[in-house]
C-alpha cells in the first residue's frame, strides 16, 4: 500500500486482510470448536451426571435431573453446531446434514419421555425418575450422529486442513490458545 494520498486511507479501511475483516479464526473458535468441546462435556453430563469424578452431587435425585439436563443440552448443542457450520459443508454432503437433523428432531419429539416426576403415595415426596432403557436409546442416536458428524466435519476442512504436511507443534499451541 502506497503511502499519502486519499486512496491509501481506503485501502487501509477496507483491506479484507486487516483482522477487522478476517473474522474466520474467531468464527471457527465460537461457532466450531466451543460448540464441540461443550457436547464432549454435556455427553459425560448425561452419563455420569458430572464433567469429572470430583464433581459429583451428593443427592441421587440431583444425578437424575443433571444427566437428563445434559441429553438436553447435548441435542440443542449438536443441532447449533450443524446450524453453524451447514453453509461450508460440501453440497454432496448437505443431504446427510439434514438427515441428520432430522433425526434429532425426532429424538427432541421423546425427549419428555425419557424422565418422570414421580411421588411417593404415602411420604408424598417426589422422585425424579429416569426411564433408562429409553434415555440410553435416544442417548445412543445422538451420540452416533455426533461421531458421524465429526467425519463431515473433517471432510470439510473444519477441523483439520487437507495439507500434505501437518505441524502438531503449532496445532497443540492453538489447541492451548483456544484457537
Same mark, same amino acid.
Given at each position: 500500500m502506497a503511502k499519502g494520498g486519499r486512496g491509501s486511507?481506503?485501502?487501509?479501511?477496507v483491506d479484507p486482510e486487516s483482522d477487522a475483516w478476517n473474522v474466520a479464526k474467531g468464527f %471457527? &473458535? #465460537?461457532?466450531?470448536?466451543?460448540?464441540? !468441546?461443550s457436547l464432549d462435556r454435556y455427553e459425560n453430563i448425561a452419563m455420569y451426571g458430572s464433567i469429572?469424578?470430583?464433581?459429583?452431587?451428593?443427592?441421587?435425585?440431583?444425578?437424575?435431573?443433571r444427566r437428563v439436563l445434559g441429553l438436553k443440552r447435548f441435542l %440443542? &448443542? #449438536?443441532r447449533q453446531l450443524?446450524?453453524? !457450520?451447514?453453509?461450508?459443508?460440501?453440497s454432496e454432503d448437505q443431504p446427510k446434514i439434514r438427515?441428520?437433523?432430522?433425526r434429532i428432531n425426532k429424538v427432541e419429539n421423546y425427549l419428555d419421555a425419557v424422565s418422570s416426576e414421580e411421588e411417593n403415595t404415602i411420604t408424598h415426596e417426589k422422585e425424579f425418575v429416569i426411564n433408562e432403557e429409553f434415555f440410553n436409546q435416544c442417548f445412543k442416536i445422538l451420540r452416533e450422529i455426533k461421531d458421524?458428524?465429526?467425519?463431515?466435519?473433517?471432510k470439510a476442512n473444519l477441523i483439520f486442513r487437507q495439507a500434505d504436511e501437518i505441524n502438531l507443534d503449532q496445532l497443540m499451541l492453538d489447541i492451548t490458545e483456544g484457537g
Open positions: 486511507e481506503i485501502d487501509a479501511v %471457527t &473458535t #465460537l461457532k466450531i470448536l466451543q460448540p464441540m !468441546v469429572e469424578m470430583d464433581d459429583l452431587p451428593m443427592e441421587i435425585t440431583n444425578i437424575s435431573e %440443542t &448443542t #449438536l450443524m446450524g453453524n !457450520v451447514m453453509f461450508a459443508m460440501k438427515a441428520y437433523v432430522e458421524s458428524f465429526n467425519f463431515q466435519l473433517n
